[in-house]
């Protein structure tokens, strides 16, 4: 196949205390000296919290300054919540690129029951960590290719998933932000152990050099700690644009899946991935302190 394979801020200020002087004890006349007075810092007023749109327009903003003319679509998701924290254009369709490999490794694991043998294990795992194509094109065509897509978007519920017009590319799929974080809720919520665990294990370990020589570590693996993220990345090059995806879940050692957080892009045809990457990366940081 063609297809190439995603605060306030305090400042809080002591009060510093200076000695008061007594009188002499040998001479009662002598006046006491006036306390000197106590001098207080300023305290700086708190930095207001942007709202999610602002967050939301800062993000499409860093996007556009890296790489003008590119569509974006966001949604970051608490995921103890349901509650959305920016969201933008989260039901707009995209090409998914790689990220797809989410619904081919779902359908394989499930066609085992949830039980995968050694052999399925080891064909997703690579497939997610180093986004191996021939992985992908292996599974696709076994697994019923168009068919994976229409399965998966029935059992897991995504409305805005649809296969590509032309099944031979699987990259051309079309999903939204929205459905992204929704596979993420349905691996995380309703995927059994331990498929779940070898799907997370797997993208917890995202190879920083793909198994095509891409280095994948743009936008959540570059802009959020390291230690705290599970990616499936994408990227994909067409005569009529340039799709650069990063997907994850994003938190810390003791909920390291607090936060879904997908960023979907149509970049210009002319876009080298490493600057479609660095617009992914730039577009997180206003949002680092809240994740």
């Given at each position: 196949m063609s297809t190439v394979a995603c605060a306030a801020l305090i400042t809080g200020a002591a009060l510093l205390s200076a000695p008061v002087a007594i009188a002499d004890a040998h001479h009662p006349d002598t006046p006491a000296a006036s306390p000197a007075p106590t001098p207080v810092a300023a305290t700086q007023p708190s930095a207001p919290t942007p709202s999610a749109a602002q967050l939301a327009e800062q993000m499409q903003a860093a996007v556009e300054a890296s790489s003008p003319g590119t569509q974006v679509g966001i949604d970051i998701t608490d995921t103890t919540t349901g509650a959305v924290l920016v969201g933008l254009n989260t039901g707009q369709q995209f090409y998914t690129a790689s990220v797809v490999k989410l619904l081919i490794a779902l359908d394989a694991l499930n066609t085992q029951g949830w039980q995968p043998d050694s052999a399925t294990a080891d064909e997703v795992t690579q497939m997610l960590s180093a986004s191996d194509d021939d992985i992908a094109d292996a599974l696709w065509d076994a697994n019923g290719g168009n068919d994976i897509v229409t399965r998966m978007a029935d059992l897991i519920g995504l409305p805005g998933t649809q296969p590509p017009s032309d099944p031979t590319e699987w990259g051309e799929t079309l999903t939204t932000p929205a459905d992204v974080v929704t596979i993420y809720h349905y691996i995380t919520t309703r995927v059994p152990a331990p498929s779940r665990t070898l799907l997370l294990t797997a993208l917890n370990h995202a190879d920083r050099i793909a198994a095509d020589g891409t280095d994948q570590f743009f936008g959540i693996p570059d802009a959020l700690t390291p230690d705290t993220w599970a990616?499936?990345?994408?990227?994909?090059?067409?005569?009529?644009?340039?799709?650069?995806?990063?997907?994850?879940?994003?938190?810390?050692?003791?909920?390291?899946?607090?936060?879904?957080?997908?960023?979907?892009?149509?970049?210009p045809a002319d876009t080298d991935w490493a600057t479609g990457g660095a617009a992914l990366t730039a577009a997180l940081a206003p949002v680092r302190s809240i994740l």
């Open positions: 990616v499936k990345q994408g990227w994909m090059t067409l005569d009529t644009s340039t799709t650069l995806d990063t997907t994850g879940l994003v938190g810390t050692s003791a909920q390291p899946d607090r936060y879904a957080v997908v960023i979907l892009t149509s970049q």
